[in-house]
T-cell receptor
Framework: GAGVSQTPSNKVTEKGKYVELRCDPI?????LYWYRQSLGQGPEFLIY????????DSGLPNDRFFAVRPEGSVSTLKIQRTERGDSAVYLC???????????FGSGTRLTVV | GQQLNQSPQSMFIQEGEDVSMNCTSS?????WLWYKQDPGEGPVLLIA?????ELTSNGRLTAQFGITRKDSFLNISASIPSDVGIYFC??????????????FGKGTLLTVNP
């Protein structure tokens, strides 16, 4: 598609449940990023993929968070045993190379109740 | 995680007025970026700055990359109602292999009264 697509746009889940958030980057973009934006804050880096591999996952808050990009295109961010503090907007972005500007998706608003 | 110091936090102005916001950091960044975010959307890039001292315009927007590489400002001239939104600065370092990671400010919420 023309832009970065994220699904679902909203997700409400109960504490302790598992969730998956999907990102479909711009076709041909090799670099993909996940950021998390809490209320009233700017986005914070989570993980960066170059192709299929996670080149930098230093921003993932703990081992409940995991992301994959098995074919170098679509990526899935997975959160196990969700906690209320995980509530935030999860933004995905892609670019044609690490030095180039990002295009962000509209995000998935995750609410853990 | 680290966030840039962005001010003001919010601004309420009349249509037609000029606006200025800025961003500072305790460390050096080699690229400064300004984004606008509308409700329910992701940030959209407005201006990118790549050299210390650089002054770049995009329509009614003008941004400058500070000569110390630790700050940047964004000006909006003759504001219009559609300028409403949250403006974020972001910095990118090119050393240490971190040339892909953006560090964002907390944002400036702009409200324009018609």
């Amino acid at each position: 598609g023309a832009g970065v697509s994220q699904t679902p746009s909203n997700k409400v889940t109960e504490k302790g449940k598992y969730v998956e958030l999907r990102c479909d980057p711009i076709s041909g973009h090799t670099a993909l990023y996940w950021y998390r934006q809490s209320l009233g804050q700017g986005p914070e880096f989570l993980i960066y993929f170059q192709g299929t591999g996670a080149a930098d996952d230093s921003g993932l808050p703990n081992d409940r968070f995991f992301a994959v990009r098995p074919e170098g295109s679509v990526s899935t961010l997975k959160i196990q045993r969700t906690e209320r503090g995980d509530s935030a907007v999860y933004l995905c972005a892609s670019s044609s190379g690490a030095d180039y500007g990002y295009t962000f998706g509209s995000g998935t608003r995750l609410t853990v109740v | 995680g680290q966030q840039l110091n962005q001010s003001p936090q919010s601004m309420f102005i009349q249509e037609g007025e000029d606006v200025s916001m800025n961003c500072t950091s305790s460390s050096i960044f080699n690229t400064w970026l300004w984004y606008k975010q509308d409700p329910g959307e992701g940030p959209v890039l407005l201006i990118a700055l790549y050299k210390a001292g650089e002054l770049t315009s995009n329509g009614r927007l003008t941004a400058q990359f500070g000569i110390t590489r630790k700050d940047s400002f964004l000006n909006i001239s003759a504001s219009i109602p559609s300028d409403v939104g949250i403006y974020f600065c972001a910095g990118r370092k090119s050393s240490g292999g971190s040339n892909y990671k953006l560090t964002f400010g907390k944002g400036t919420l702009l409200t324009v009264n018609p």
